[in-house]
């Protein structure tokens, strides 16, 4: 199957230029505008390299566009790149095993999108990213995608009813927005960006003195403080709920039988899809926050997984209340179940991880013992703060293994559920200090595979335990052993 060699739609070179502005819009304020009546030299020659900047941009945007090709060659994808040095980077479609679909503000000017395939290795090759292309040809792809991975898609009328066939299970309404903002703390924003702008500005204008004098002013009309800060306040809850909304509006989750789909994005429109084969592990976190208001964020560890900062792309909507979220995942992942009543851990435990070598107070210690002695009651702080976050560790640390799935919640300030099924294990290391050996307990990990692997692990499990979660991962081995003999 040839469909011949592809460049990309002419307004890669508007998007690229776009993309280099916006990254570059602190300097151009900073030395077009707050540095207008500026002669300093490197005031000039900040504006001349800005310039060249641009002009290079400019140049090897537009030999990107038109010397970078792609091409669906049988059942591979090729991508020839490079503008003085050459690439060709293969892939075969099997390979692939996620899809994003990302459309800004400027994608949409020009009603294009950008696509972004997965292949679950490291390296050059882990993605493959269509930067601008049509809808259409977006569509052409995953559709030859799908074929070849034995999805059953002929044609367009069977890729319809496939979409017609799948399941909503969420959809965010203005009432969730309101409360992922205030969840989210994102409201909070406009203070500190306010504190940057007046120490920016104070940097370059005389503004201490008439600020002072205005604030003194304030104090004496104290009423008026009031107004200002209610005033601040109402335009930093509305600019988090525009920024919210323009993150998690639209936000839908649905599945078929093989995929879940995640929509979101108002303005800036995300799509991806996770196989549900593919997924190896689920994490269920909540802050302290979202413990009080009942809220929970479903993780996704699956391979090939996009590798993001904050692998938003393998979350399920995070401020999501816990009995919906746990509903949604089992609609969708019906072998992913959550277990409440878990085991603990005895007292000795705690009092092991009490014993722990406090590191962070030590250097604090050291630290203000030898720059700043009258701040040494900081360590004190420090080593209190240390002490309750351990002893919440110790109390929320739980676990329950149970047929072949293994469930591990832990965590102070920010819970973590982690749920996972023994086939889906790569690897259990136990291991333990000498500490540890004379309080009769270990530390296990368990690995999955993620990119990059994902580990987690469970401090404080005693040394019978221990022994005995190994065994049963050892009979995963065993068992697969056997299927080919017994086939």
């Known amino acids: ?30 030395l077009f505008v707050f540095k207008a009546s500026s002669t300093s030299n490197w005031v000039i020659g900040g504006r001349y390299l800005l310039l060249i900047a641009f002009i290079w941009t400019m140049i090897s945007t537009f030999l990107k566009w038109h010397l970078h090709r792609y091409e669906i060659a049988g059942d591979s994808l090729v991508f020839y790149e490079g503008v003085f040095v050459k690439k060709q980077r293969t892939v075969t479609l099997d390979r692939i095993h996620n899809q994003k679909s990302n459309t800004t503000f400027v994608h949409q000017w020009f009603g294009l999108t950008s696509l972004t395939l997965e292949t679950g290795t490291t390296g050059e090759n882990a993605s493959f990213i269509f930067p601008v292309i049509t809808e259409t040809e977006k569509i052409r792809i995953l559709s030859i995608l799908e074929q070849t991975q034995d999805f059953l898609l002929e044609d367009d009328e069977k890729n319809i009813e496939k979409q017609i066939n799948r399941t909503i299970h969420f959809r965010s309404t203005k009432k969730d927005l309101i409360k992922a903002s205030f969840t989210s703390l994102s409201f909070l924003a406009i203070f500190p960006l306010l504190s940057a702008i007046y120490f920016n500005l104070a940097d370059f204008f005389e503004i201490e003195d008439s600020a002072e004098n205005a604030f003194d002013y304030l104090l004496m009309h104290w009423w008026m403080l009031i107004i200002l800060l209610v005033i601040a306040l109402g335009l930093s809850v509305i600019i988090g709920f525009i920024k919210t909304s323009m993150k998690y509006g639209n936000y839908v989750i649905s599945d078929d039988i093989e995929r879940i789909y995640i929509e979101k994005g108002v303005g800036n429109f995300i799509s991806y899809s996770i196989p549900k084969h593919r997924v190896q592990a689920v994490i269920v976190e909540q802050s302290i926050i979202k413990r009080i208001l009942g809220l929970a964020s479903i993780k996704l560890i ?29 609609a969708m992942l019906p072998n992913y179940l959550i277990e409440e009543h878990m085991e603990r851990f005895p007292i000795k435990v705690l009092w092991l991880k009490l014993l722990q070598p406090y590191y962070l107070t030590i250097i604090a210690l050291t630290g203000f013992g030898i720059f700043k002695t009258e701040w040494l009651w900081v360590a004190a702080i420090v080593f209190g703060l240390t002490i309750l976050t351990r002893m919440l560790d110790y109390w929320f640390t739980s676990y329950i293994r149970h047929g072949n799935t293994v469930q591990i919640r832990k965590g102070g300030l920010t819970n973590e559920t982690f749920v996972t099924h023994r086939e889906r294990i790569q690897q259990i290391t136990v291991k333990h200090s000498w500490l540890q050996r004379k309080f009769g307990v270990a530390t296990l990990t368990f690995t999955n595979k993620a990119k990059p692997l994902h580990e987690s692990e469970l401090f404080g499990v005693s040394s019978t335990e221990a022994g005995s979660f190994y065994s049963w991962y050892q009979n995963k081995k065993r068992k697969s052993n056997d299927q080919p003999r017994q086939a």
């Open 1 to 30: 199957m040839i469909h011949g060699v592809k460049k990309y739609h002419p307004a890669f070179i508007a998007v690229e230029l776009i993309s280099f502005i916006k990254g570059s819009i602190g300097f151009l304020i900073f």
């Open 302 to 330: 699956s391979a090939g997984a996009f590798e993001e900062e904050n692998q938003e792309t393998s979350s399920l909507y995070p401020f999501m209340p816990k009995q919906d979220a746990y509903r949604v995942l089992q």
